[in-house]
């Protein structure tokens, strides 16, 4: 698969302030679009179930890299596709790296569907099967693309966040653009990519 980041590209300075607000520069919304229009042509609908052996798991969902000034960080193989017709849904990508000796989650992706505007007041709601669930707010820059970014460290204060991605089946994501809606529902193999990818940042 092709590669998802550059990390030089994608970051040029993480800060955190005293409110916990993220900043790192990101790769274009026009080219990350178009990486996730490009997964669901090649991925297809929602992925089904993966046969990995026991012990060889995070080679499935992830790879680890260095960046051009030698750093590791790790990033998933695959865009997380959740769709059902081919045409709406979602598309995520997911990676990691380090911060004050810290590891920093990153989730970033978009509806595959054209009308959705969002901004930092958009919020993005895992529901687990338990049916508790788990928000996040948009740290992206506004845009009509519907392109959301979504951070956990401690800073940020959400890691309990991170931990019930890393132990409980998502049943839903539900992304609250600034007038429209999307709400999708993952297939058995949607919730074991996101779920494995998650546990092996």
Avoid at 37 to 59: D, H, P, R, W, Y
Avoid at 139 to 156: A, P, Q, R, S, W
Avoid at 181 to 197: A, H, I, P, W
């Amino acid at each position: 698969m092709k590669k998802l980041f550059i990390l030089s590209a994608l970051f040029a300075v993480i800060s955190f302030t005293a409110t916990a607000q993220v900043k790192i520069k990101l790769e274009p919304a026009a080219a990350f679009g178009k990486k996730a229009i490009s997964a669901l042509k090649t991925q297809g609908t929602q992925q089904t179930m993966k046969a990995v052996a026991e012990g060889e798991e995070c080679g499935a969902f992830v790879a680890t890299k260095k960046d051009d000034k030698g750093a590791n960080y790790t990033e998933a193989k695959e865009f997380l596709i959740v769709s059902n017709d081919g045409v709406t849904g979602f598309a995520f990508t997911m990676y990691a790296t380090t911060y004050e000796a810290k590891t920093l989650y990153v989730v970033r992706g978009m509806p595959l569907e054209t009308g959705v505007c969002v901004d930092k007041s958009t919020k993005v709601t895992f529901t687990f099967e338990d049916g508790t669930q788990r928000t996040f707010t948009n740290f992206e820059k506004d845009n009509c693309k519907g392109i959301v970014t979504l951070y956990m460290h401690e800073l940020v204060k959400n890691m309990d966040a991170y931990e019930d991605l890393k132990t409980k089946k998502v049943r839903s994501i539900r992304l609250e653009g600034i007038e429209k809606t999307v709400v999708k529902s993952l297939s058995e193999g949607n919730q074991q990519q996101l779920q494995g990818t998650i546990k092996c940042l």
